[in-house]
T-cell receptor
Framework: GAGVSQSPSNKVTEKGKDVELRCDPI?????LYWYRQRLGQGLEFLIY????????KSGLPSDRFSAERTGESVSTLTIQRTQQEDSAVYLC?????????????FGNGTRLTVT | GENVEQHPSTLSVQEGDSAVIKCTYS??????FPWYKQELGKGPQLIID?????GEKKDQRIAVTLNKTAKHFSLHITETQPEDSAVYFC????????????FGQGTRLTINP
Protein backbone atom coordinates (compact mmCIF):
# COMPACT_ATOMS: atom_id res chain seq x y z
CA GLY A 1 0.00 0.00 0.00
CA ALA A 2 0.87 3.65 -0.14
CA GLY A 3 1.43 3.99 3.58
CA VAL A 4 1.04 2.34 6.97
CA SER A 5 -2.58 1.40 7.54
CA GLN A 6 -4.14 0.95 10.97
CA SER A 7 -7.57 -0.33 11.90
CA PRO A 8 -9.89 0.47 13.42
CA SER A 9 -9.31 4.22 13.43
CA ASN A 10 -11.44 4.52 16.56
CA LYS A 11 -12.40 1.96 19.18
CA VAL A 12 -14.61 2.43 22.21
CA THR A 13 -14.70 -0.46 24.65
CA GLU A 14 -15.90 -1.18 28.14
CA LYS A 15 -13.46 -1.65 30.98
CA GLY A 16 -12.50 -5.30 31.29
CA LYS A 17 -12.99 -6.19 27.63
CA ASP A 18 -10.20 -7.31 25.30
CA VAL A 19 -9.29 -5.32 22.19
CA GLU A 20 -7.21 -6.08 19.12
CA LEU A 21 -5.55 -3.37 17.04
CA ARG A 22 -4.22 -4.04 13.57
CA CYS A 23 -1.31 -2.61 11.61
CA ASP A 24 -0.50 -3.13 7.93
CA PRO A 25 3.03 -1.83 7.30
CA ILE A 26 4.42 -0.60 4.02
CA UNK A 27 5.20 -3.57 1.77
CA UNK A 28 8.81 -4.68 2.11
CA UNK A 29 9.43 -2.96 5.43
CA UNK A 30 10.99 -5.48 7.77
CA UNK A 31 11.01 -3.29 10.89
CA LEU A 32 7.74 -2.53 12.65
CA TYR A 33 7.10 -0.54 15.82
CA TRP A 34 4.20 0.16 18.15
CA TYR A 35 3.99 3.38 20.15
CA ARG A 36 1.37 4.77 22.53
CA GLN A 37 0.44 8.46 22.66
CA ARG A 38 -1.58 9.71 25.58
CA LEU A 39 -3.54 12.93 25.16
CA GLY A 40 -1.22 15.91 24.83
CA GLN A 41 1.91 13.86 25.38
CA GLY A 42 4.80 12.43 23.45
CA LEU A 43 5.09 8.93 22.06
CA GLU A 44 5.96 5.99 24.31
CA PHE A 45 7.74 3.02 22.75
CA LEU A 46 5.93 -0.30 23.23
CA ILE A 47 7.54 -2.98 21.04
CA TYR A 48 9.78 -3.49 18.00
CA UNK A 49 9.60 -6.28 15.44
CA UNK A 50 12.32 -7.30 13.03
CA UNK A 51 10.60 -9.66 10.66
CA UNK A 52 8.38 -11.88 12.77
CA UNK A 53 10.46 -11.72 15.94
CA UNK A 54 10.34 -9.09 18.67
CA UNK A 55 13.88 -8.35 19.89
CA UNK A 56 12.65 -5.50 22.09
CA LYS A 57 9.36 -5.61 23.94
CA SER A 58 10.62 -3.59 26.88
CA GLY A 59 7.94 -0.89 26.52
CA LEU A 60 4.91 -3.12 27.00
CA PRO A 61 3.31 -1.70 30.18
CA SER A 62 2.03 -4.96 31.66
CA ASP A 63 1.30 -8.58 30.86
CA ARG A 64 -2.14 -7.47 29.63
CA PHE A 65 -0.38 -6.17 26.52
CA SER A 66 0.89 -8.49 23.79
CA ALA A 67 1.72 -8.21 20.12
CA GLU A 68 2.48 -10.50 17.26
CA ARG A 69 3.50 -10.22 13.65
CA THR A 70 2.93 -12.79 10.97
CA GLY A 71 4.41 -13.21 7.53
CA GLU A 72 6.67 -10.17 7.97
CA SER A 73 3.58 -8.12 7.34
CA VAL A 74 0.51 -7.54 9.49
CA SER A 75 0.91 -6.96 13.21
CA THR A 76 -1.73 -7.02 15.92
CA LEU A 77 -1.52 -5.41 19.35
CA THR A 78 -3.82 -7.03 21.89
CA ILE A 79 -4.85 -5.48 25.18
CA GLN A 80 -6.61 -7.81 27.59
CA ARG A 81 -8.92 -6.73 30.40
CA THR A 82 -8.72 -3.09 29.32
CA GLN A 83 -8.43 -0.37 31.98
CA GLN A 84 -9.27 3.33 31.71
CA GLU A 85 -5.58 4.22 31.76
CA ASP A 86 -5.20 2.30 28.49
CA SER A 87 -7.13 5.08 26.71
CA ALA A 88 -4.72 6.58 24.18
CA VAL A 89 -3.83 6.68 20.51
CA TYR A 90 -1.86 3.59 19.49
CA LEU A 91 0.50 4.30 16.62
CA CYS A 92 2.23 1.81 14.37
CA UNK A 93 5.29 2.62 12.28
CA UNK A 94 7.38 0.70 9.78
CA UNK A 95 10.84 1.18 8.32
CA UNK A 96 12.73 -0.46 5.47
CA UNK A 97 16.05 -0.74 7.29
CA UNK A 98 15.26 0.41 10.82
CA UNK A 99 15.86 3.52 12.89
CA UNK A 100 18.92 5.47 11.88
CA UNK A 101 19.17 3.80 8.46
CA UNK A 102 15.84 4.66 6.89
CA UNK A 103 12.85 6.79 7.90
CA UNK A 104 10.05 5.66 10.18
CA UNK A 105 6.66 5.91 8.51
CA PHE A 106 3.75 6.20 10.94
CA GLY A 107 0.14 5.25 10.44
CA ASN A 108 -2.67 7.53 11.59
CA GLY A 109 -3.21 5.50 14.72
CA THR A 110 -6.10 3.84 16.53
CA ARG A 111 -7.80 6.02 19.12
CA LEU A 112 -8.80 3.71 21.99
CA THR A 113 -11.32 4.88 24.57
CA VAL A 114 -12.04 2.67 27.57
CA THR A 115 -15.25 3.59 29.36
CA GLY B 1 17.81 5.16 29.92
CA GLU B 2 17.50 8.06 27.54
CA ASN B 3 15.39 11.06 28.55
CA VAL B 4 14.40 13.87 26.16
CA GLU B 5 13.11 17.26 27.31
CA GLN B 6 11.45 19.63 24.82
CA HIS B 7 10.68 23.35 25.13
CA PRO B 8 8.49 25.29 24.77
CA SER B 9 5.28 23.28 25.02
CA THR B 10 3.43 25.93 23.00
CA LEU B 11 4.75 28.55 20.59
CA SER B 12 2.89 31.22 18.70
CA VAL B 13 4.59 33.29 16.00
CA GLN B 14 3.52 35.73 13.31
CA GLU B 15 3.50 34.47 9.75
CA GLY B 16 6.86 35.14 8.15
CA ASP B 17 8.76 35.12 11.45
CA SER B 18 11.08 32.34 12.60
CA ALA B 19 10.30 29.62 15.14
CA VAL B 20 12.81 27.74 17.29
CA ILE B 21 12.13 24.60 19.32
CA LYS B 22 14.77 23.17 21.65
CA CYS B 23 15.43 19.70 23.04
CA THR B 24 17.94 18.25 25.46
CA TYR B 25 18.86 14.61 25.86
CA SER B 26 20.54 12.70 28.65
CA UNK B 27 22.43 9.81 27.02
CA UNK B 28 25.74 10.97 25.56
CA UNK B 29 25.82 7.78 23.42
CA UNK B 30 22.74 8.89 21.44
CA UNK B 31 23.67 9.37 17.81
CA UNK B 32 20.50 9.99 15.79
CA PHE B 33 18.03 12.85 16.30
CA PRO B 34 14.90 13.10 14.13
CA TRP B 35 12.14 15.73 14.19
CA TYR B 36 8.52 14.88 13.47
CA LYS B 37 5.52 17.02 12.57
CA GLN B 38 2.08 15.81 13.62
CA GLU B 39 -1.10 17.31 12.25
CA LEU B 40 -4.45 16.79 13.91
CA GLY B 41 -5.74 13.25 13.56
CA LYS B 42 -2.64 12.02 11.74
CA GLY B 43 0.50 10.15 12.60
CA PRO B 44 3.84 11.93 12.99
CA GLN B 45 5.76 12.64 9.80
CA LEU B 46 9.56 12.89 9.64
CA ILE B 47 10.61 16.39 8.54
CA ILE B 48 14.35 16.38 9.17
CA ASP B 49 16.97 14.40 11.06
CA UNK B 50 20.60 14.78 12.10
CA UNK B 51 23.35 12.40 13.16
CA UNK B 52 25.92 12.97 15.86
CA UNK B 53 28.79 13.45 13.40
CA UNK B 54 27.12 16.56 11.95
CA GLY B 55 26.55 19.93 13.63
CA GLU B 56 23.88 21.38 11.36
CA LYS B 57 21.58 20.30 8.56
CA LYS B 58 19.26 22.37 6.37
CA ASP B 59 16.34 21.56 4.12
CA GLN B 60 14.77 24.65 2.55
CA ARG B 61 13.09 26.58 5.41
CA ILE B 62 13.92 23.98 8.04
CA ALA B 63 17.22 23.50 9.83
CA VAL B 64 18.40 21.46 12.77
CA THR B 65 21.48 22.13 14.91
CA LEU B 66 23.18 19.73 17.31
CA ASN B 67 25.51 20.51 20.20
CA LYS B 68 26.91 17.20 21.42
CA THR B 69 28.88 18.73 24.27
CA ALA B 70 25.81 20.36 25.75
CA LYS B 71 23.55 17.48 24.66
CA HIS B 72 20.98 19.66 23.00
CA PHE B 73 19.53 20.04 19.54
CA SER B 74 17.16 22.59 18.01
CA LEU B 75 14.70 22.93 15.15
CA HIS B 76 14.61 26.22 13.27
CA ILE B 77 11.79 27.11 10.89
CA THR B 78 12.23 30.32 8.90
CA GLU B 79 9.64 32.34 6.97
CA THR B 80 6.84 30.50 8.73
CA GLN B 81 3.59 29.83 6.90
CA PRO B 82 0.10 28.89 8.18
CA GLU B 83 0.63 25.28 7.05
CA ASP B 84 3.53 25.02 9.51
CA SER B 85 0.96 25.02 12.33
CA ALA B 86 1.16 21.56 13.96
CA VAL B 87 2.67 19.71 16.90
CA TYR B 88 6.41 19.09 16.55
CA PHE B 89 8.28 16.30 18.34
CA CYS B 90 11.98 15.81 18.77
CA UNK B 91 13.40 12.35 19.42
CA UNK B 92 16.68 10.65 20.17
CA UNK B 93 17.91 7.18 19.42
CA UNK B 94 19.87 5.43 22.13
CA UNK B 95 23.10 3.58 21.55
CA UNK B 96 23.97 2.87 17.95
CA UNK B 97 21.76 0.14 16.59
CA UNK B 98 19.08 0.50 19.26
CA UNK B 99 15.69 0.27 17.59
CA UNK B 100 13.94 2.65 19.93
CA UNK B 101 13.27 6.37 19.70
CA UNK B 102 12.66 8.39 22.86
CA PHE B 103 10.38 11.35 22.14
CA GLY B 104 10.04 14.77 23.69
CA GLN B 105 6.66 15.94 24.95
CA GLY B 106 5.90 17.99 21.86
CA THR B 107 5.55 21.67 20.93
CA ARG B 108 2.28 23.02 19.60
CA LEU B 109 3.26 25.64 17.02
CA THR B 110 0.65 28.17 15.90
CA ILE B 111 1.34 30.53 13.00
CA ASN B 112 -0.76 33.66 13.18
CA PRO B 113 -1.67 35.22 9.82
Amino acid sequence: GAGVSQSPSNKVTEKGKDVELRCDPISGHTALYWYRQRLGQGLEFLIYFQGNSAPDKSGLPSDRFSAERTGESVSTLTIQRTQQEDSAVYLCASSYLGIGNSPLHFGNGTRLTVT
Amino acid sequence: GENVEQHPSTLSVQEGDSAVIKCTYSDSASNYFPWYKQELGKGPQLIIDIRSNVGEKKDQRIAVTLNKTAKHFSLHITETQPEDSAVYFCAAQGIQGAQKLVFGQGTRLTINP
